[in-house]
């Protein structure tokens, strides 16, 4: 009588274990077990301090059709000598998807020995920080190219606390002190999904992030209003003081026209100015880069700084007061902001110099083809840009992803993707005007899950094959 053999329930992937967080015991080696998370987050699997025998860990998003050997081969994650000869595995984990984690070891030596482990959400290390200070913990999941990842902390003045790689660390400071971290990343992609970023202040998380950042990504801690664009203070028109210099300030106009941003008043030392009209992503320095208005020296008030700026009324604009070589150093700023009146211009959207801002006709508006037309804007793509940017990857994809909501993707879970960055640049002589969401809808998707608006028109991508078909 032949009877059949049975598989028993953890022999593999089909037939993993299903459990929650806690402590657990595998009795036989290469023994796999189900996750359901029932929230998001960076979950930890180890058997440090549990298990004596030499461990291994792995974790898995797929199971059918998956491949799997003794090293990290389409591992979500792998590990094998954390803590010793122990393991711990840390992984990203979305709700409601599962995932599937195995238990082994190396050479087979724990056969005959259970191997007790546990799962749980990632906690940051025991401060250790003497008194005064306070641990800033920096967990990092990287992609496939963990080089490329670097990070550092600095105090608001500047001076370097700590920095590391991809493997992130622990950094003491001062409770008082305003903390900024930047996290790089060389090839200027950010950190592919599941990976990403996550930082802890005295064990409690305040900040996480890492995909589509480019090459940095920014976060601030106990930093003053007006320390950065993304904590500046809200100012009307009227006159105000910067305590110092590089202060940022918001402004909202009340309506469209011409405003005057000044520093002319009260003023013996050589100011600058810069206007921006967005900040996620910025990049600046002390030039007239990401700019929309700059002046040092050019507003008609010797080495004080002046622009005559039109802005859009409801939009929100940073306003950032400065200096000139430190010639400001330890005395404040007194600058101002004021409304100069309605912006003139050509009205009648069929002319050539057709102002889409101005909201008084001044009765310059010309026909095209008329001598007086002014050129107009000449956009080009670069091509090297684009060329030199060219990355084949993947990317893991839930089924309520933006990329999918948005027709970015067809399909979720694991996708081939061609990554590349697309420059266009004007290289004519009038400014390239888009329009606003609100007045042009046409010209923009209002309908997506990120959170802003997307220019419709702002290029074709279309991919041909080795016979040239599209």
Same mark, same amino acid.
């Given at each position: 009588?032949?009877?059949?053999?049975?598989?028993?329930?953890?022999?593999?992937?089909?037939?993993?274990?299903?459990?929650?967080?806690?402590?657990?015991?595998?009795?036989?080696?290469?023994?796999?077990?189900?996750?359901?998370?029932?929230?998001?987050?960076?979950?930890?699997?180890?058997?440090?301090?549990?298990?004596?025998?030499?461990?291994?860990?792995?974790?898995?998003?797929?199971?059918?059709?998956?491949?799997?050997?003794?090293?990290?081969?389409?591992?979500?994650?792998?590990?094998?000598?954390?803590?010793?000869?122990?393991?711990?595995?840390?992984?990203?984990?979305?709700?409601?998807?599962?995932?599937?984690?195995?238990?082994?070891?190396?050479?087979?030596?724990?056969?005959?020995?259970?191997?007790?482990?546990?799962?749980?959400?990632?906690?940051?290390?025991?401060?250790?920080?003497?008194?005064?200070?306070?641990?800033?913990?920096?967990?990092?999941?990287?992609?496939?190219?963990?080089?490329?990842?670097?990070?550092?902390?600095?105090?608001?003045?500047?001076?370097?606390?700590?920095?590391?790689?991809?493997?992130?660390?622990?950094?003491?400071?001062?409770?008082?002190?305003?903390?900024?971290?930047?996290?790089?990343?060389? $090839?200027?992609?950010?950190?592919? %999904?599941? @990976?990403?970023?996550?930082? &802890?202040?005295?064990?409690?998380? =305040?900040?996480?992030? +890492?995909?589509?950042?480019?090459?940095?990504?920014?976060?601030?801690?106990?930093?003053?209003?007006?320390?950065?664009?993304?904590?500046?203070?809200?100012?009307?028109?009227?006159?105000?003081?910067?305590?110092?210099?590089?202060?940022?300030?918001?402004?909202?106009?009340?309506?469209?026209?011409?405003?005057?941003?000044?520093?002319?008043?009260?003023?013996?030392?050589?100011?600058?100015?810069?206007?921006?009209?967005?900040?996620?992503?910025?990049?600046?320095?002390?030039?007239?880069?990401?700019?929309?208005?700059?002046?040092?020296?050019?507003?008609?008030?010797?080495?004080?700084?002046?622009?005559?700026?039109?802005?859009?009324?409801?939009?929100?604009? $940073?306003?950032?007061?400065?200096? %000139?070589? @430190?010639?400001?150093?330890? &005395?404040?700023?007194?600058?101002? =902001?004021?409304?100069? +009146?309605?912006?003139?211009?050509?009205?009648?959207?069929?002319?050539?110099?057709?102002?889409?801002?101005?909201?008084?006709?001044?009765?310059?508006?010309?026909?095209?083809?008329?001598?007086?037309?002014?050129?107009?804007?000449?956009?080009?793509?670069?091509?090297?840009?684009?060329?030199?940017?060219?990355?084949?990857?993947?990317?893991?994809?839930?089924?309520?992803?933006?990329?999918?909501?948005?027709?970015?993707?067809?399909?979720?879970?694991?996708?081939?993707?061609?990554?590349?960055?697309?420059?266009?640049?004007?290289?004519?002589?009038?400014?390239?005007?888009?329009?606003?969401?609100?007045?042009?809808?046409?010209?923009?998707?209002?309908?997506?899950?990120?959170?802003?608006?997307?220019?419709? @028109?702002?290029?074709?991508?279309?991919?041909?094959?080795?016979?040239?078909?599209?």
């Amino acid at each position: 009588l032949a009877l059949p053999l049975l598989a028993q329930p953890g022999s593999t992937c089909d037939l993993a274990i299903s459990i929650g967080p806690g402590t657990h015991v595998a009795a036989t080696d290469d023994l796999w077990y189900l996750f359901t998370p029932a929230t998001d987050g960076v979950y930890q699997a180890s058997t440090c301090g549990l298990s004596t025998c030499d461990t291994k860990l792995w974790a898995y998003d797929e199971c059918q059709g998956l491949v799997w050997d003794e090293t990290g081969l389409n591992a979500l994650a792998y590990n094998d000598d954390h803590c010793g000869y122990q393991s711990r595995i840390l992984f990203n984990a979305t709700a409601g998807v599962p995932y599937w984690i195995r238990v082994g070891d190396y050479n087979d030596a724990c056969a005959g020995t259970p191997v007790d482990w546990a799962l749980e959400p990632y906690s940051a290390p025991p401060d250790t920080c003497p008194a005064g200070q306070v641990q800033l913990d920096v967990l990092i999941l990287p992609d496939g190219w963990p080089n490329e990842i670097s990070w550092e902390v600095r105090n608001g003045g500047g001076a370097l606390l700590g920095n590391g790689g991809p493997a992130g660390g622990q950094v003491c400071v001062d409770t008082s002190e305003c903390v900024v971290f930047t996290i790089f990343d060389s $090839y200027g992609d950010g950190i592919f %999904a599941p @990976g990403g970023y996550w930082l &802890s202040y005295g064990g409690v998380q =305040v900040a996480s992030g +890492g995909q589509n950042y480019d090459f940095e990504d920014r976060v601030e801690l106990n930093c003053p209003p007006g320390f950065s664009c993304a904590n500046p203070e809200l100012v009307g028109e009227g006159n105000h003081t910067a305590p110092a210099s590089d202060t940022w300030y918001s402004f909202v106009p009340a309506q469209n026209g011409m405003y005057q941003v000044s520093t002319c008043t009260g003023n013996t030392c050589d100011t600058k100015l810069w206007i921006y009209d967005y900040c996620t992503g910025l990049l600046w320095d002390d030039t007239n880069i990401g700019t929309i208005y700059y002046d040092d020296n050019n507003g008609g008030c010797g080495l004080q700084a002046q622009v005559n700026a039109l802005l859009a009324g409801g939009e929100t604009y $940073y306003v950032r007061i400065g200096d %000139a070589g @430190g010639d400001c150093a330890g &005395s404040p700023i007194a600058w101002s =902001v004021n409304y100069m +009146g309605p912006i003139s211009g050509c009205m009648d959207p069929s002319a050539c110099n057709f102002d889409p801002l101005a909201e008084m006709d001044d009765g310059s508006c010309l026909p095209w083809g008329d001598p007086g037309c002014p050129n107009g804007p000449d956009l080009i793509v670069l091509s090297d840009v684009l060329e030199t940017s060219l990355q084949l990857t993947t990317i893991n994809v839930g089924p309520n992803d933006c990329y999918i909501t948005e027709g970015c993707l067809s399909g979720y879970g694991v996708r081939d993707i061609l990554r590349f960055t697309t420059h266009i640049k004007n290289i004519g002589n009038t400014d390239y005007y888009i329009g606003n969401p609100n007045a042009n809808p046409d010209q923009f998707n209002l309908s997506n899950c990120h959170g802003h608006v997307h220019y419709e @028109g702002y290029a074709e991508y279309l991919l041909f094959d080795t016979a040239g078909q599209s």
